[in-house]
Nanobody, 126 residues
């Protein structure tokens, strides 16, 4: 199994920035792709970004392109999410996840991921 621990969430004013981190441990050699997802109260979990671990190829939910940037440090088994120009509607619990197999498409479906972190709360005040 792969264990995931997110950090970096918090309270920020609209227009501000946050950087989330997700550290993977355990069977990290299984990692094919890592993703960021978020879930606001009363809403379904939605995709944010996905990054292919070996190549660094990254894809984003279309509505978030330009504000959010995902990156990874393979040596540290760490995934990052830089979030800029935050809006109140970005308020959610942010989760990182690991896919241990190739799947077609952009890697933005929660069903593609086998391991999940506990999440970190991001609150953006207006």
């Amino acid at each position: 199994q792969v264990q995931l621990v997110e950090s970096g969430g918090g309270l920020v004013q609209a227009g501000g920035s946050l950087r989330l981190s997700c550290v993977a441990s355990g069977r990290t050699f299984e990692i094919y792709r890592m993703g960021w997802f978020r879930q606001a109260p009363g809403k379904e979990r939605e995709s944010v970004a996905a990054i292919t671990w070996r190549t660094g190829l990254t894809d984003y939910e279309d509505s978030l392109k330009g504000r959010f940037t995902a990156s990874r440090d393979v040596a540290k088994n760490t995934l990052y999410l830089q979030m800029n120009s935050l809006k109140p509607e970005d308020t959610a619990v942010y989760y990182c996840a690991v896919s241990n197999r190739w799947t077609p498409g952009r890697g933005l479906k929660p069903s593609e991921y086998a391991y999940w972190g506990q999440g970190t709360q991001v609150t953006v005040s207006s």
